[in-house]
Nanobody, 122 residues
Framework: QVRLVESGGGLVQPGGSLRLSCAAS????????IGWFRKAPGKEREGVLC????????YYGDSMKGRFTISRDRFTNTAFLQMNNLKPEDTAVYYC???????????????WGQGTQVTVSS
């Protein structure tokens, strides 16, 4: 059974950093693409970035470039979203998900985690 569990969210001040984790079970995470999405209050869910099974990273917003990055550890079967220089507009629930291929379209993703809340505020 495929399962994704996010963790690592919390409250952080502007300019701070957080590393979110996405623990996978039921499949080998390093053999598949993994994407991160976020949903802010009152907004649609939007793509953050995605890493392909060939380790190519695609960003789905200019604001994330240079601040966010993704990595994965095949030994713990976990993907990570490292977020630096966080801004209040990054406040959202963050989700990891698995697609057939990287895409900003949510319907391309088969499995989703439950999400983890990130709040950026002073």
């Amino acid at each position: 059974q495929v399962r994704l569990v996010e963790s690592g969210g919390g409250l952080v001040q502007p300019g701070g950093s957080l590393r979110l984790s996405c623990a996978a079970s039921g499949f080998s995470l390093d053999k598949y693409a993994i994407g991160w999405f976020r949903k802010a209050p009152g907004k649609e869910r939007e793509g953050v970035l995605c890493i392909s099974n060939g380790n190519d990273i695609t960003y789905y917003g200019d604001s994330m470039k240079g601040r966010f990055t993704i990595s994965r550890d095949r030994f713990t079967n976990t993907a990570f979203l490292q977020m630096n220089n966080l801004k209040p507009e990054d406040t959202a629930v963050y989700y990891c998900a698995t697609p057939n291929i990287c895409s900003r379209l949510t319907f391309e993703y088969d499995y989703w985690g439950q999400g983890t809340q990130v709040t950026v505020s002073s």
